[in-house]
């Protein structure tokens, strides 16, 4: 907006200027054509002056440079309306705080609030809590049983038939035995823990999913960022050096406004001065012709001063 106002301020001077050198060109044609030969000074059109030249070499440049400013407003145009948004408008720790919101790990709660995420989550726990509950208890009730048998069965008899007392102890402990524990484990597999390793798996890809899609999301964000601050950036050293180009123009506008304004007052000036001589000579032959009273009478009546006829 900066660029456009000091356009158009650019362009007004330059307008005004000429504008300034034609009324007084117009001006000294009229008087040219009314006093014809009297009125014996250089037209305005041929005094050796460089003012057009010049306000037509600024006309150029204005040109190029509201060809700059139009590129540059494309190109700021260009930039992503929401992007630019975010980052003409928000500090840079406003900025990196959104750009952590977009991280995602599979701790985070965002991503643990789905329902059905949170619930499979909570089964598979449960699960993994209650088999190792399970099998805590089938160790100690081997332990107890192995124990007890050989404690139950200290008589004498038994003790000097060792072999009986080894069957004996490897019959109690077959009913608990490392196959009977394994069964137990498969059975608790197939009915619980197997749903709940699906459950995890189906939570964990979820997860995954959900971190890949925010990753992208933040890859997108960050390049969309990177983009709008490099185009910002360029557009604010092109938009300064334009500042400084529209600077400058007026500054040579302003010098030439007043150097045309220097001549033209000159010229009028002298225009004025010219008129008044002419007024002079006009009244000092009204003058001579007043003792003849009807020639007199009949040029005050019929012809008017031709100084009127210029200031009208």
């Not at 001006?27 to 009314?34: A, L």
């Not at 509201?66 to 930039?79: G, P, V």
């Not at 709008?228 to 400058?248: D, H, K, M, N, P």
């Not at 001065?273 to 009273?293: C, E, F, I, W």
Request: net charge negative; aromatic share 6%; glycine share 4%.
């Amino acid at each position: 907006d900066a660029l456009d106002q000091m356009s158009q301020a650019a362009e007004h001077s330059i307008t005004k200027c000429e504008d300034q050198l034609r009324e007084e060109a117009q001006e000294d044609s009229r008087c040219h054509d009314r006093f014809g030969d009297r009125w014996n000074r250089t037209p305005s059109d041929q005094v050796p002056h460089s003012f057009f030249t010049q306000l037509q070499q600024y006309r150029e440049k204005l040109n190029l440079a509201n060809e700059t400013n139009a590129k540059l407003r494309r190109k700021i145009d260009a930039i992503d309306a929401a992007v630019f948004d975010a980052v003409s408008k928000k500090t840079k720790e406003e900025l990196e705080a959104d750009l952590r919101s977009t991280s995602a790990t599979p701790g985070q709660s965002r991503l643990a609030a789905d329902p059905k995420i949170e619930a499979a989550r909570i089964r598979c726990a449960e699960a993994v809590d209650y088999l190792q509950a399970e099998l805590a208890n089938v160790k100690e009730e081997v332990e107890s049983s192995r124990q007890n048998a050989l404690q139950e069965n200290p008589t004498p008899s038994l003790l000097q038939r060792q072999e009986d007392l080894d069957a004996a102890v490897q019959e109690l402990l077959a009913a608990h035995s490392n196959t009977s524990v394994l069964e137990s484990i498969q059975s608790l597999q197939t009915r619980c823990l197997e749903p709940m390793i699906a459950s995890f798996n189906e939570w964990n890809s979820a997860v995954v999913a959900k971190i890949g899609q925010a990753e992208n999301s933040r890859q997108g964000k960050l390049h969309a960022w990177d983009s709008a601050a490099t185009a910002l950036i360029t557009s604010s050293g092109e938009a300064a050096e334009g500042v400084a180009f529209f600077s400058r123009l007026l500054d040579y506008l302003g010098q030439i406004d007043q150097q045309i304004g220097d001549y033209v007052f000159a010229r009028t000036e002298e225009k004025n001065g010219m008129l008044r001589n002419l007024q002079g000579s006009y009244d000092a032959v009204v003058t001579v012709h007043s003792a003849k009273p009807y020639r007199a009478l009949s040029s005050n009546i019929l012809l008017p001063s031709p100084i009127d006829w210029c200031l009208r």
